[in-house]
């Protein structure tokens, strides 16, 4: 059995029967195990549709109330979709101080393994900043190649972390516009690009009404 490492905190209750790593870091449910090893670059699809169907937690693996909370990038929230099923909000949490892609700003996602796909429309890119978006519903949508992505509806709270803390409004609009160049550029030079552009400057707009006032708390609804 290890340990888990120091400096990451008391584990949120749910958490505390996963599996710690060689390295001290516990082991999120939806990672995929090889030959009795966590890689936690390759995403189970068996958990994928758990917790689509079931409602699981992303991270913890039990079943989830009737908030739920995802974690975001800054572009995410330009048209509402990710590839990652919800979580505790607890759970998401302590992923957003802890998770050393989310606090690490220039850590760079590992390699895929050959024969493991990505999701669609993934960007790979560490935006330096994450947003705990709790909502109430979601919809699961159709991608390319026959795979699924998530878009989730209005928030009832949103969080923004940095480096394992809340992030400031500052923090959250220069990782947003610096991610722009990912999907400005390709819809700027389009077949439909006028009404492309007037729908991405529609959804800008309505993105930055998210972005955290002081202390990276949005707002909340009883919550």
Known sequence: MNSLRKGLGMLPARMQKLE??????????FVQWVKDEPKFNIVSPQKFRQAI?????????ERLGARKTFVLGPLNILNRITSEP????DCARFAAQSCPFLLLPKAQAREVPEGASLPPNLIQRNPGVCALWTTKTFKV?????GKKLIRVSDPVAVDWYAEGKLATRTQVKES???GLRFVYWPISEGPNRIEAIIQFEEAYAKALNFLPQQDGHMFADGF
Do not use: M, Q, T
């Not at 710690?20 to 449910?29: A, E, H, I, S």
């Not at 919800?86 to 909000?89: I, L, M, P």
């Not at 949508?141 to 190649?145: K, L, R």
């Open 53 to 61: 169907r079931f409602g699981n937690c992303w991270i913890c693996g």
């Open 86 to 89: 919800a979580s505790h909000y």
């Open 20 to 29: 710690v790593d060689k390295r001290g870091y516990p082991v999120p449910w």
């Open 141 to 145: 949508v159709a991608a390319s190649e």
């Open 176 to 178: 947003l516009d610096d």
